[in-house]
């Protein structure tokens, strides 16, 4: 019987991937991915997903919380321009 291989902790990496980019990236960052996650969540969705793994289980409470997301990284990433305009 083979050996079973040790665990690898990948989603630790990508969240600090992830965690690295918004830091670096700021508000676009989180735009970005609040818009990629929508996009991905939608069309789940209309393929007849309504429950997730998410925290929040039902994809139309996903859809809203990524909805709100990419309105706060645009707005945020208004206020960055504004104030390197000003």
Do not use: E, N
Not at 47 to 75: F, H, I, N
Not at 76 to 81: F, K
């Amino acid at each position: 019987m083979a050996d079973p291989q040790p665990y690898d902790p990948l989603r630790l990496c990508v969240y600090a991937t992830i965690a690295a980019l918004a830091w670096l990236l700021g508000p676009l960052a989180v735009l970005g991915f609040a818009v990629l996650g929508f996009a991905g969540y939608l069309r789940a969705r209309r393929q007849g997903l309504t429950r997730s793994k998410c925290v929040l289980r039902d994809t139309r409470l996903v859809l809203t919380y990524l909805a709100a997301l990419a309105v706060a990284g645009l707005a945020g990433v208004g206020w960055h321009v504004y104030g390197w305009l000003a």
